[in-house]
């Protein structure tokens, strides 16, 4: 079993739709968790990074974190084409500035 | 502009022969990271820097080898042992001790013949 499972999609939706894309952990050591956006070809770009258990909203973004059930989320409001890309989650432990567990990300396709 | 730099976009190399990746980055940051990307398998961390002249294996260490002779720079040498080298390669860099934010370089595409 992978410490951070991930569904890797494709996820097609509609433009305007409301998409929830999601990662499973199993270390509860994990503390900080990202949320990286990769358009092809390209290198991964942070979208949102938070500590420990809540929500955070940034425009029309928010990752939410559930400690207790080890799942994450990141949600897209009114989805654009310019959101279809591949979303990785990534998480790491407390006080430690090493490396990220990444999932193995999720393709999302927003149609006209 | 800061940022991270990697070059070429594209490489290819036929088997057997030893490669070296190029990142450099101007944004002052202490910590420097190497990771392939394949296809469903995510990123895999190759090496890491936290300091000049230091650095410690990742999780896929055999058969890459790396040097941090420059806060600004941490190449990364693609040797002929390793045995499945064709593969998206990404470096990244960090503040370190106080964030676990880090920032990707575009990326280099190896593809060994």
């Known amino acids: 079993q992978k410490e951070v499972e991930q569904d890797p999609g494709p996820l097609s939706v509609p433009e305007g739709a409301i998409v929830s894309l999601n990662c499973t952990y199993s270390?509860?050591?994990?503390?900080?968790f990202m949320w990286y956006r990769q358009y092809s070809r390209k290198g991964p770009e942070l979208l949102m990074y938070t500590y420990s258990s809540g929500n955070k909203e940034d425009g029309r973004f928010t990752a939410q974190v559930d400690k207790s059930s080890k799942y994450i989320s990141l949600f897209i409001r009114d989805s654009q084409p310019s959101d279809s890309a591949t979303y990785l989650c990534?998480?790491?432990?407390?006080?430690?500035?090493?490396?990220?567990?990444f999932g193995t990300g999720t393709r999302l396709q927003v149609t006209l | 502009d800061g940022g991270i730099t990697q070059s070429p976009k594209y490489l290819f190399r036929k088997e057997g022969q030893n490669v070296t990746l190029s990142c450099e980055q101007n944004l002052n940051h202490d910590a420097m990271y190497w990771y392939r990307q394949d296809p469903g398998q995510g990123l895999r961390l190759i090496y890491y820097s936290q300091i000049v002249n230091d650095f410690q294996k990742g999780d896929i260490a055999e058969g890459y080898s790396v040097s941090r002779e420059k806060k600004e720079s941490f190449p990364l040498t693609v040797t002929s042992a390793q045995k499945n080298p064709t593969a998206f390669y990404l470096c990244a860099s960090s503040m370190a001790l106080l964030t676990d934010t880090q920032y990707f370089g575009p990326g280099t595409r190896l593809t060994v013949l």
């Open positions: 270390n509860s050591a994990f503390q900080y």
């Open positions: 990534a998480m790491s432990e407390t006080g430690t500035a090493s490396k990220l567990t």
